[in-house]
């Protein structure tokens, strides 16, 4: 997706930090299925979780009970040490490995789930059937002097062993709208690279900022300190986040896959 600033871009700043492949998040070997899911209920054996919207698990139940066996690791993201199954509450996002089998009855139900995280903050997320994205922010509120942190995954989760995808760079774009117009986000480097996503491995694309001003801008000053910043922290005001794909599954660029993540952060 190529995207022209409002203003007359003479130079950019904070030249991108390029999303390259980064692959922090890698599963390696896992076979199955994820998704993330809402918890609804806490019962020890087992959660029932709604799926998130956006995941293909919701098009076929709204409900989902997912049983938790001696075998099920439960743990936090990012940490290796387990956790029990009381410290996931009603309300918590987790997200489910498991067979890709559900059984259908109401509601439907994972018998082989193999591990489940508990996840902090909140999670956005976009699929089709080649794709999963999932946008990751730890809270929707903030201060004005706060830093907000955010990422991305991708994952190919189609039928083959890998893919090839053709796009400018980056092939992912986070986008921040204020009041119907881009404030920052959508550079792309004209190109087109051929990149290679490998199913099973989870790629992460973290928050960078994108875009240029011109001198004349009124608002120069400010753009000026906010690129030199890499941490993000925003004015006040209400702003929609974007997590969005811009690439092809061809050379040609006719095959274009269009996710897109998208919520509302409030800076007070």
Request: aromatic share 4%; net charge positive.
């Given at each position: 997706m190529y995207i022209m600033m409002k203003n007359t871009i003479i130079y950019i700043l904070g030249v991108m930090i390029v999303?390259?492949?980064?692959?922090?998040?890698?599963?390696?070997?896992e076979k199955g299925a994820s998704f993330i899911g809402v918890v609804l209920e806490n019962k020890q054996n087992y959660l029932l979780v709604e799926p998130v919207e956006g995941s293909a698990e919701l098009a076929s139940a709204d409900k989902?009970?997912?049983f938790i066996g001696e075998?099920?690791?439960?743990?936090?993201?990012?940490?290796?040490a387990a956790i029990t199954a009381e410290a996931i509450g009603a309300g918590s996002s987790v997200e489910i490995f498991y067979s890709g089998a559900i059984a259908e009855s109401y509601p439907a139900q994972i018998n082989s789930s193999h591990k489940i995280v508990l996840l902090e903050g909140y999670v956005f997320t976009a699929s089709d059937e080649n794709f999963l994205v999932n946008t990751y922010i730890k809270k929707l509120q903030y201060k004005e002097t706060e830093e907000i942190s955010l990422y991305s995954t991708i994952e190919y989760i189609g039928q083959k062993d890998r893919i090839d995808i053709w796009s400018g760079e980056p092939y992912f774009h986070h986008m921040i709208y204020k009041n119907g117009e881009v404030f920052t986000g959508g550079a792309t480097l004209d190109m087109l690279k051929k990149t290679e996503l490998k199913k099973g491995e989870i790629y992460t694309i973290p928050f960078s900022k994108s875009g240029g001003f011109s001198e004349d801008d009124p608002d120069a000053d400010f753009w000026r300190d906010f690129y030199s910043e890499k941490t993000l922290k925003l004015p006040k005001g209400e702003y929609t986040f974007s997590g969005i794909t811009s690439?092809?599954?061809d050379e040609e660029q006719q095959d274009k896959v269009q996710l897109m993540t998208d919520f509302t952060v409030e800076v007070n």
């Open positions: 999303l390259s492949l980064l692959a922090g998040c890698g599963r390696g070997p989902i009970e997912v075998d099920t690791q439960l743990s936090l993201k990012g940490k290796t690439f092809t599954l």
